[in-house]
């Protein structure tokens, strides 16, 4: 090979690094020393300096079942040269309406009527949307108010940050929607518990107090990740979400799971839903959908819900619902979004995660308390957390170094706020976690 394939800016000029803003990214220290992916195949990227590198994080929660699936390129390829792009507004193609049955497969019982979006956060904005929409069909248009959760992350549109609970995310932006959160269900008492903690069902009992607060008359809906993942790998309490469950249900408040990151495999099971056994209204998703290769989200609906927008629509030719992307239901993402879902359960990956890399992540992972700097390790599924201490005054920096060893030594992993997380692919083997975790020890000895 020559020179310019290890070239860790792969031949980019610094004009072409400046010009590109870069998304959740420190892009000063980025464009001094830049960390460039030029090819993935199955777990591993390739960096531009000629190494390769296993995903931890499956990309962003996204690739799961593994990168340049020949499945999923093929679909699409096919659809790109039969229908490239078509419209969602008042006309068709068959991908949109083959998916959308599909994905209700997927779904807890109930739960198939699918709209499309674009990604995790304009589901997360139409699921608000609808929630509020609702209730107003049915003649209660003062059922405005959302109530999210600190630590939430519900991507970054004004609906989502309005409901998130990671203060960095909202504090530039002013005014939001009118929100609450209920608190976060990380305890003391569950450091280093494996999986689902046995304790901390009551913190869900704060919503009552809240629609106290409120009154239920003013509140649409509530919305939570069934296991936090972005605000750093946090499983529920064993009965939270069926209490959280219960007393929407009671104040006539509906509840939406964001599952943009547990959904289809992330968590052993199809979705947080069936993992955790509650049952939600509404829930969003992303990411896994296409396996990441084309961007898309959905929202999959009560079918009743969507019942009352088409008996309260008005004349068959109107419009019950106001909303659409130019890139809902795009036929290259219903084609990544099919293929990817016949691998899922053709490949039993989803399965593959509950009973094989669940239980040797988390054996793994816990084998690192005591590590200097750990405080905290969480796991479920295919999912894991570790919460460094903070060096005085620099909470976030850790995180970020360890991240950069980790690099160093050949592993991505994603680091956020005061964690290190880890996302492994459903098809990841015993001795690529070994490795992983070894890497993790000599970083933060390190
Ligand atoms: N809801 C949840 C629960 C998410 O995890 C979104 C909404 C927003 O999705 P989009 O597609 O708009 O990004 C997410 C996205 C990370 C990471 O490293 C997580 C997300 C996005 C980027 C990075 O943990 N989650
Ligand atoms: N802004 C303008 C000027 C537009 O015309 C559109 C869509 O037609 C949008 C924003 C919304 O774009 P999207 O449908 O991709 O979300």
Redesign the pocket.
């Known amino acids: 090979m020559n020179q310019a394939e290890f070239d860790p800016r792969a031949g980019l000029t610094q004009a072409q690094l400046d010009a590109y803003w870069m998304p959740?990214t420190g892009n000063r220290q980025f464009k001094k020393d830049p960390r460039i992916m030029v090819r993935a195949e199955g777990k591993y990227y390739f960096s531009a300096d000629g190494r390769r590198i296993f995903d931890g994080?499956s990309g962003?929660?996204t690739s799961g079942a593994g990168h340049a699936r020949v499945q999923i390129i093929e679909a699409v390829n096919r659809q790109l040269s039969t229908l490239d792009y078509a419209p969602s507004f008042q006309f068709g193609h068959p991908g949109a309406f083959q998916l959308a049955e599909r994905i209700g497969s997927f779904m807890p019982e109930g739960l198939d009527r699918v709209f499309f979006t674009g990604?995790?956060?304009?589901?997360?904005d139409t699921a608000l949307k609808i929630a509020r929409a609702w209730w107003r069909q049915r003649g209660m248009a003062h059922k405005t108010r959302l109530i999210g959760r600190v630590k939430?992350?519900?991507?970054?549109?004004f609906g989502?940050i309005s409901v998130g609970g990671l203060a960095p995310n909202r504090g530039l932006y002013g005014g939001l929607l009118e929100a609450d959160h209920l608190r976060h269900t990380g305890l003391p008492e569950n450091t280093f518990v494996r999986g689902q903690p046995e304790y901390g069902a009551h913190l869900a009992d704060e919503l009552e107090q809240l629609v106290q607060l409120h009154d239920a008359a003013t509140i649409a809906a509530v919305i939570v990740?069934p296991m936090a993942?972005?605000g750093g790998v946090w499983p529920p309490p064993a009965g939270y979400l069926q209490r959280l469950r219960e007393l929407c249900s009671k104040h006539d408040i509906l509840l939406i799971f964001?599952?943009?990151?547990?959904g289809f495999g992330r968590v052993g099971a199809n979705t947080g839903a069936a993992a955790f056994g509650v049952t939600p209204d509404l829930i969003?998703l992303?990411?896994q959908l296409t396996n990441g290769v084309i961007?898309m989200?959905a929202v999959a609906a009560r079918r009743d819900i969507y019942d009352t927008f088409m008996e309260r629509g008005g004349p068959e030719y109107a419009l019950e619902l106001p909303h659409g992307y130019t890139y809902s239901a795009h036929p290259a993402a219903c084609a990544a979004g099919l293929a990817t879902l016949d691998l899922l359960e053709s490949e039993g990956l989803i399965e593959r995660v509950r009973s094989t890399v669940a239980p040797l992540l988390e054996e793994a992972v816990h084998s690192l308390r005591g590590q200097a700097m750990v405080s905290d390790i969480r796991n479920f599924g295919a999912a894991a957390a570790l919460t460094l201490e903070a060096v005085p005054g620099e909470p976030l920096r850790r995180p970020f170094e360890v991240a950069m060893r980790m690099w160093d030594k050949g592993y991505y992993v994603?680091y956020?706020g005061d964690t290190i997380?880890l996302?492994l692919p459903f098809t990841t083997e015993a001795e690529e976690i070994d490795g992983l975790v070894d890497a993790l020890a000599g970083s933060l000895a390190a």
């Not at 990604?119 to 997360?124: A, D, F, P, Q, T």
């Open positions: 959740f994080l962003l929660w990604s995790g956060s304009e589901s997360v939430g992350y519900h991507g970054v549109n989502g990740e993942g972005s964001d599952e943009v990151i547990t969003t992303a990411k961007p989200g994603r956020g997380q996302g």
